[in-house]
């Protein structure tokens, strides 16, 4: 049962236009989403992040969006950078206190042509 | 140290033998998690620590798998009996109280062969 789907295994856009990645959740419980950009044999970095009470956040180039009457998030990205090339996970938290855990979709494999 | 480690990068092993794999965190995450990355697949849940204790380990796929975490430092994630479905990225992560973003380590890739 997958509880975060990133539906596209992968996105190319080229240059300096917008990247869109997508991610969709089933658990209503979650109450933080997070964006992990993860190269080629290094592990995944953490990018971006909203609480599930906002609707927005943005960091320089990178936004991401939620609509939680649809279980719905999505990253922007604009413009886009050839820098920008690399596998986007989205993931979703739960639990409380101390105790928290992840939950990732499989990722979406990005490429930003020059 | 400045950042997650993890070793050996990469272990192939002889199916049936058992592996250690080792993470060392970032000094002062009290919180640490195992995850692996099979092919084609995301990142799935193995185990977390608080400290030294697992209050969750409910993604340990069977139990030929292990973990333990000691002086609220360094965990070792055990194997034994490898199979070839255990061919995977292992990977570790840590987190402070309030990061919400875990810092992740580069990765252990095990092949079964």
């Known amino acids: 049962d997958q509880q975060v789907k990133q539906n596209s295994p992968s996105l190319s856009v080229q240059e300096g236009r917008i990247s869109i990645l997508n991610c969709d959740y089933t658990?209503?419980?979650?109450?933080?989403f997070l964006w992990y950009k993860k190269y080629p044999a290094e592990g995944p970095t953490f990018l971006i992040s909203?609480?599930?009470?906002?609707d927005k956040n943005e960091d320089g180039r990178f936004t991401v969006f939620l609509n939680k009457s649809a279980k719905h998030l999505s990253l922007h990205i604009v413009p886009s950078q050839p820098g920008d090339s690399a596998v986007y996970f989205c993931a979703a938290r739960s639990g409380g206190g101390s105790n928290y855990k992840l939950t990732f979709g499989k990722g979406t494999l990005l490429t930003v042509n020059p | 140290g400045a950042g997650v480690s993890q070793s050996p990068s990469n272990k192939v092993t002889e199916k049936g033998k058992d592996v250690e794999l080792r993470c060392d965190p970032i000094s002062g995450h009290t919180a640490l998690y195992w995850y692996r990355q099979s092919l084609g697949q995301g990142l799935e849940f193995l185990i977390y620590?608080?400290?030294?204790?697992?209050?969750?380990k409910s993604g340990l796929p069977s139990d030929r798998f292990s973990a333990e975490r000691t002086g609220g430092s360094v965990s070792t994630l055990t194997i034994q009996r490898t199979q070839q479905e255990d061919s995977a990225v292992y990977l570790c992560?840590?987190?402070?109280?309030?990061?919400?973003?875990?810092?992740f380590g580069s990765g252990t890739r095990l092949t079964v062969v």
């Open positions: 658990n209503s419980m979650f109450d933080y």
């Open positions: 620590f608080q400290g030294n204790s697992a209050p969750d």
């Open positions: 992560a840590g987190g402070g109280r309030s990061n919400y973003g875990y810092t």
């Open positions: 909203i609480s599930s009470i906002k």
